[in-house]
């Protein structure tokens, strides 16, 4: 084996999202001596980027304070606010939208076009960007410390051959690694594992947001106009709920979360999205119209009480990969930005950048203050909806004062069996808007993996797959996988578990979900993954 090149930085950035990009804007801001390199495993900054998104400029105004005279290219100011209950044929509108959801003075954006706005700015500072490259795992120093990141091989055949183009990844080392992947990142969850970060908080909690954009007939959109809804297609054990935004050019943005600590072994949460853009205040709205792009992603929804330690020895954690995620705003954007520049400035204060000290400054700042207030409002929808609602109302009004932290379990736990789940009606309606299928819906994420790579989606025991898991679970991964990837198919040599990984769109909630935890996601080659465009 070669000796691997290597590159040196003062800091890695892992991640070019909102969190990482602030990171590294806000750093070179305050210290432009520094070296900043930023890696992202997309082919582009932005293409791995979802969100709803509608963000509170305030850490953006913060970071950049005249981005508003040059915005980024799909950035729609909050105009009106609907929160709508609904049943299988009707519903009704909440004559006060709740304080936490209330859009004024926001803004509606496309967040990986935000991404790709963002990345020539830091570029412009200093900052070096390397799209593709992919971090497969992390480096440490003779003492243990994190000491950066090896980038993935290029050209490695599924049978662990070497392609002719094979190229051997190169080692990133940095005196301090910052993790900015988002939600159950590769490297993260290593990480925190190897250092117990979570020794002292719950388990992180996900939901999955699946999302769509359309292009509509003239005269139908209303821009800047913000509509969420609860209730149908999900059951009142089931936590889920809908967005839907009108931006401009005729264009709206749709989309699904369903909490992934359902219990329902038969829940499909792309179906549920499915179902509900046929209801009479969606359908004749998308009608006609067709689909842009497409795709999904987990949402870290632990809160305040599952939040990590965020510094080990050589690294720390912002944004999603931290879970600052504020639930009941279903907004992150603005804590990753928040959280980038906090440790930017954390760092840029000592003669030496260290993380030491970083997890007590972030407990102690205005992110964890605003997780704190509304710790109790996603826990409180285990008990059920009506419940749910209930404590929200009482968590609001006292503003979250209450002498109690309702605690979080981990989402694949909550699974039921087969033999014990509840017969659920999930009282359905024929689909007739595109797509047609979750394998139609691959098509608009314009996903991309080469298939002859190893399969990134590496199951420990595939035989309790067709035994234990079919038996009791019924195969879960075919149901809760938004894109198809598993089957358990029947051929001459019996049933087997097929993964079709070059539909993976890198949604992470197999990872999350599986009730035997033996699925665990990885990193494929740098560049592949989704393509999505304004998501």
């Known amino acids: 084996m070669t000796e691997r090149d290597v590159m040196e930085y003062d800091v890695v950035t892992v991640g070019a999202g909102p969190a990482g990009l602030a990171f590294a804007i806000r750093l070179k801001q305050l210290k432009p001596e520094l070296s900043v390199c930023v890696i992202e495993k997309a082919s582009t900054v932005g293409a791995h ?74 570029e412009a500072l200093g900052v070096e960007i390397y799209p593709g490259f992919a971090a497969a795992e992390p480096l440490f120093d003779d003492k243990g410390a994190v000491a950066g990141v090896r980038i993935g091989d290029m050209g490695v055949a599924r049978d662990g051959s070497h392609k002719p183009g094979y190229t051997q990844g190169i080692d990133i080392r940095a005196r301090v690694t910052v993790l900015a992947e988002g939600a159950r990142g590769h490297l993260t969850k290593q990480l925190v ?16 947001g699946i999302k769509e954009l359309w292009q509509l007939p003239p005269g139908r959109v209303t821009p800047g106009k913000i509509v969420h809804s609860m209730g149908w297609p999900a059951d009142s054990r089931t936590y889920g709920g809908s967005f839907l935004y009108h931006l401009d050019g005729d264009r709206v943005a749709i989309g699904y979360v369903s909490g992934l600590d359902y219990r329902d072994p038969n829940y499909q949460p792309y179906e549920a999205f499915q179902q509900w853009k046929h209801h009479p205040t969606v359908k004749p709205l998308l009608e006609g119209g067709s ?30 990969a931290a879970g600052l995620l504020n639930v009941p705003k279903i907004k992150g954007t603005h804590q990753a930005i928040r959280s980038g520049m906090l440790a930017a400035e954390h760092l840029a204060g000592q003669e030496a950048p260290s993380p030491a000290g970083f997890d007590a400054r972030l407990r102690a700042s205005a992110a964890m203050r605003e997780l704190k207030k509304v710790r109790n409002i996603k ?22 004062f209450s002498p109690w932290t309702w605690r979080c379990k981990p989402d694949w736990n909550s699974l039921q069996k087969l033999a014990e789940a509840e017969q659920v009606r999930r009282d359905y309606v024929e689909r007739t808007l595109p797509p047609r299928d979750r394998l139609a819906g691959v098509y608009f994420a314009a996903t991309e993996h080469d298939e002859d790579q190893p399969v990134h989606l590496q199951v420990a025991d595939t035989n309790i797959c067709v035994t234990r898991c079919a038996e009791e679970y019924g195969n879960p991964c075919t149901r809760f996988c938004p ?6 198919v029947q051929d001459a040599a019996g049933k087997r578990l097929q993964i079709n990984a070059a539909n993976c769109v890198h949604c992470k909630t197999c990872d999350i979900k599986d009730p ?14 989704p393509n999505y465009q304004n998501l």
């Open 483 to 488: 894109a198809g990837v598993y089957e358990i």
């Open 49 to 122: 980027i979802l969100s709803g998104a509608v963000i509170e400029p305030g850490p953006l105004d913060a970071l950049l304070p005249g981005w508003r005279d040059n915005p980024p290219p799909v950035c729609v100011p909050a105009r009106e606010d609907e929160f709508w209950f609904l049943t299988k044929t009707g519903g009704f509108r909440f004559p006060i939208v709740p304080p936490q959801m209330s859009n004024h003075g926001n803004f509606i954006v496309s967040l990986g076009a935000l991404c790709a706005w963002l990345a020539p700015q830091a």
């Open 291 to 320: 689909i842009l792009s497409a795709g999904a992603r987990a949402i870290v929804t632990g809160g305040w009480q599952s939040l990590p330690k965020v510094e080990m020895p050589g690294a720390l954690l912002i944004g999603d």
């Open 379 to 400: 826990p409180g929808f285990k008990k059920g909806l009506w419940f749910g609602l209930l404590n929200s109302a009482w968590e609001t009004v006292t503003a979250g």
């Open 516 to 529: 035997y935890q033996i699925i665990n996601w990885v990193t494929p080659e740098g560049g592949s993954g």
């Open 193 to 208: 594992r190897k250092f117990g970060l979570d020794a002292e908080s719950d388990p992180q909690n996900y939901s999955i």
